[in-house]
């Protein structure tokens, strides 16, 4: 099973990903992670990215598709892969419909958690994480029972510069020039399928297993 999960920044992507790993036992591909492991084990594709990087560029399509493709052909990823941050753009979706076809695979489900910009500010902007212990909460969905204060160490609590209102529209800013045209390329290729990313977190879970047990 090949699952790749959409969504804007907020979405619950990270959670949910967690959770359907565990379930459906399929491997975690981060590009960011492999990236990474391939410029530490010094391969070929690794020394070429980290070119790129030393100069303050990003990484070309072709050289983070191969180091996609290496990491599929890997053992653990014989029983099914979530992709997480790849594609990212409709380019790099179809490099990789290529890949899959040259390793006699294919993208099972393509899951999109909906949720608006209002909302997406709203989650990313309330989060608050204790200087002390590092604990997380949400001002609107995990308050603490004392204002910017840690309920387990008595810690301030503080917003870090990622979730500020200004971050948070350059990120959603970015979400939708890059990867919002892959919801389309998606939709049109009869792989996307929607989930309300407004339900509980369970509720978003139960949904995507709905679809994925009606893809296998």
């Known amino acids: 099973m090949i699952v790749i999960l959409l ?3 907020g979405a619950g992507k990270g959670t949910q990903a967690e959770m359907l790993i565990d379930r459906y036992k399929l491997t975690h591909v981060s590009t960011g992670d492999i990236l990474r492991s391939s410029i530490k084990r010094g391969t070929e594709l690794g020394n ?4 790129y990087m030393d100069r303050g560029e990003l990484v070309s399509d072709d050289i983070i598709v191969g180091i996609v493709e290496e990491r599929l052909q890997e053992p653990d990823c014989e029983s099914g892969a979530l992709l997480d941050g790849f594609p990212r753009t409709v380019v790099q979706a179809r490099s990789l419909e290529k890949v899959l076809e040259r390793l006699g695979r294919s993208i099972d489900a393509v899951i999109y958690i909906e949720l608006d ?8 902007t309330g989060r608050r994480i204790c200087r002390e212990c590092g604990a997380s909460y949400h001002q609107k969905f995990n308050p603490p029972q004392v204002r910017n ?12 510069e990622d979730d500020s209102d200004q971050t948070v529209r350059q990120r959603i800013s970015v979400y939708k020039e890059q990867t ?10 009869g792989k ?25």
Do not use: T
Not at 48 to 51: C, P, V
Not at 192 to 216: H, W
């Open 180 to 189: 919002e045209p892959l919801i389309d390329y998606y939709e049109k290729n």
């Open 117 to 124: 910009e209002e909302e997406v500010i709203s989650r990313l």
């Open 7 to 9: 969504g804007p920044p």
């Open 192 to 216: 996307l399928r929607k989930v309300d990313g407004y339900q509980e977190i369970k509720d978003v879970f139960n949904q995507i297993c709905q679809i994925l047990d009606s893809s296998s």
């Open 48 to 51: 070429k990215a980290k070119e």
């Open 149 to 160: 204060v840690c309920d387990q160490c008595g810690g301030e609590l503080y917003q870090r």
